[in-house]
């Protein structure tokens, strides 16, 4: 079974904390991606990366960066959390084009809460 | 571009009632569809997809069929369950022009007994 792994399930930070969100894959998987899941906003894309150290902005890059030095893991970095950013955290990930699969396999999420 | 637009909720639905959550999309090449579900706590899982037009995908009695002529992909179970209240996106990705999903807003649903 594909495993997508986060490193907490909840966390509470406060304002003005550097705070690190880690995911790991067992699937060789090159493209991860973090989304963040807010009540009728659905899921929207923080950043996404197709190989070590690469990654590309997505929908919502503002207040974030990420950092991917090794294939399996992908971490996503709050520099100075805000309240406004209190919210699910989701990491997916998914095989090369033509892989059986052909679907974005999800961890558990982070909910992470900014006082 | 592209996109996914579904169905507002919440939807409240009795056991054993018939179920549909519409989904329609727009995409510039040819993409796969997919509905996740997300159970209360959980992450997104994968409930069924399909590749191509006129594929149907199915999976623990949901279906869905990909019609292109009205660019949809609406979600249909004909007996739900208690079990079956969650949290359902329609998703596309269009692999061809990178490896981006493209996800609706989701849609609640909760089957009382």
């Known amino acids: 079974d594909v495993k997508v792994t986060q490193s907490s399930r909840y966390l509470v930070k406060r304002t003005g904390e550097k705070v690190f969100l880690e995911c790991v894959q067992d699937?060789?998987?090159?493209?991860m991606f973090w989304y963040r899941q807010d009540p009728g906003l659905g899921l929207r894309l923080i950043y996404f990366?197709?190989?070590?150290?690469?990654?590309e902005k997505g929908d919502i890059p503002e207040g974030y960066s990420v950092s991917r030095e090794k294939k399996e893991r992908f971490s996503l970095i709050l520099e100075s959390a805000s309240t406004n950013q209190t919210s699910m955290y989701l990491c997916?990930?998914?095989?090369?084009?033509?892989?059986?699969?052909?679907?974005?396999?999800f961890g558990p999420g982070t909910r992470l809460t900014v006082l | 571009g592209n996109s996914v637009t579904q169905m507002e909720g919440p939807v409240t639905l009795s056991e054993e009632a018939f179920l549909t959550i519409n989904c329609t999309y727009t995409?510039?090449?040819?993409?796969?569809l997919f509905w996740y579900v997300q159970y209360p706590g959980e992450g997104l899982q994968l409930l069924l997809k399909?590749?191509?037009?006129?594929d149907k995908g199915s999976n623990k009695g949901f279906e869905a069929t990909y019609r292109k002529e009205t660019t949809s992909f609406h979600l249909e179970k004909g007996s739900v369950q208690v079990s079956d209240s969650a949290v359902y996106f329609c998703?596309?990705?269009?692999?061809?022009?990178?490896?981006?999903?493209?996800f609706g807003t989701g849609t609640s649903l909760t089957v009382i007994p």
């Open positions: 997916a990930s998914i095989g090369p084009v033509g892989d059986a699969y052909n679907e974005q396999f």
């Open positions: 699937m060789d998987h090159e493209n």
């Open positions: 990366s197709y190989d070590v150290k690469m990654k």
């Open positions: 995409a510039t090449g040819y993409p796969s």
């Open positions: 399909a590749t191509k037009a006129d």
């Open positions: 998703a596309l990705s269009d692999r061809g022009t990178g490896n981006q999903f493209y």
